[in-house]
């Protein structure tokens, strides 16, 4: 069974269309957009939604919980949910600084560690974070939004040191301007010419390597990027 956060929106929604088409039976998860995920659950074989505000911190470990109740253990987690915003340094005060490291960064963590408990006893899991490009490079979003996702890879690299002898792998997906995911910081015209290969991202493009990550019982610790070009690395 497979959880996928941020349900909603146009990359969650793909890879839990993905996972579905599988084999797995797939949890969806939104935050306040609750029709598009129940829409789609409501046409995956076995699939149910389930919304959580994840800035709360006793949310994240009740929606696992939950999950597992109604569906079952989870064995794969795509932690998807995001929120961003585009502001400078003097715009980001402490208190939006500790927002955005709460949904970004600390629900994906408390998710993982509730999520390790049972894939360390059955001897399998996969968890994948989505970060993005920002990460790398501190990108155009803003500190606290680059901030957050540079926080997951290292989270990323701690976890996967220590769960890949329970058969457990981590890693960290980081795609950069993906059309309808309610992150693009402009136009999608305008954003295409800092592409190089000259237009940005689909949804679909970034669960197809989502679905290769999380097949592959051999990869762990990694952060790949999807950007078209614009951060070779």
């Known amino acids: 069974m497979a959880l996928v956060t941020g349900a909603s929106g146009g990359i969650g929604g793909r890879i839990a269309e993905r996972l579905a088409g599988e084999g797995a039976i797939v949890a969806l998860h939104y935050a306040s957009n609750a029709e598009p995920a129940q829409q789609l659950a409501a046409g995956l074989p076995g699939a149910a939604a389930f919304g959580a505000d994840l800035g709360d911190p ?6 696992v919980d939950e999950v597992e109740a109604a569906l079952g253990p989870v064995e794969v987690l795509v932690a998807n949910h995001g929120a961003g915003g585009v502001a400078n340094v003097d715009e980001v005060d402490a208190a939006a600084f500790d927002a955005m490291v709460a949904v970004n960064l600390r629900a994906p963590y408390l998710l993982a560690r509730r999520a390790l408990r049972g894939m360390r006893e059955r001897g399998f899991g996969r968890i ?5 490009v920002a990460g790398l490079t501190g990108g155009i979003i ?17 976890l996967a040191a ?17 059309e309808d995911t309610g992150m693009l910081p402009g136009d999608p015209s305008d954003l295409a010419k800092r592409v190089p290969v000259g237009r940005v991202g689909r949804p679909e493009e970034v669960a197809d390597l989502a679905l290769a990550m999380l097949r592959n019982g051999y990869m762990t610790s990694e952060v790949v990027g999807l950007d078209g070009g614009i951060y070779p690395r």
């Open 142 to 158: 803003g500190p606290h939004y680059a901030a957050s996702k540079s926080g997951l890879h290292g989270l990323a690299h701690y």
């Open 58 to 63: 006793d949310a994240p470990e009740r929606l």
């Open 128 to 132: 994948l974070f989505m970060s993005s």
């Open 162 to 178: 220590r769960a890949a002898k329970h058969g457990v792998t981590v890693n960290v997906l980081a795609p950069a301007l993906i």
